[in-house]
């Protein structure tokens, strides 16, 4: 259990999704939300993190596990708000859309 304050805000319909996850799934998915406490936009990012800018709006989206992918932006260089959670393969098949 965490005893410090959090920087993360997580969507409700994240916490939705990571509760019909399997259990394992779930840890794993939760482990990987757990390790963005530590993330700085000032730093090179993680091999697990691609960054994108939609109108002048910058996202960021986690490699969660090989089936999941995390969206989540920065609020006031201060806070991590998580704002979806999705399987690869959807963002596959909108992919497909762009070709």
């Known amino acids: 259990m965490k005893t410090q304050p959090t920087r993360l805000d997580i969507d409700t319909s994240v916490l939705a999704g990571l509760a019909i996850l399997s259990p394992e799934n779930r840890q794993k998915v939760w482990q990987a ?8 936009p000032d730093q090179p990012l993680d091999s697990k993190i691609k960054k994108g800018v939609i109108s002048d709006k910058v996202f960021y989206m986690l490699h969660a596990t090989p089936i999941y992918r ?14 979806d959670l999705f399987r690869k393969e959807r963002l596959e098949y909108f992919a497909k859309f762009r070709e």
Request: aromatic content about 10%; charged content about 35%; proline content about 0%.
């Open 33 to 40: 939300i757990d390790s963005l406490e530590s993330f700085d």
């Open 70 to 83: 995390v969206i989540f932006t920065m609020r006031d260089r201060s806070e991590i708000e998580v704002i």
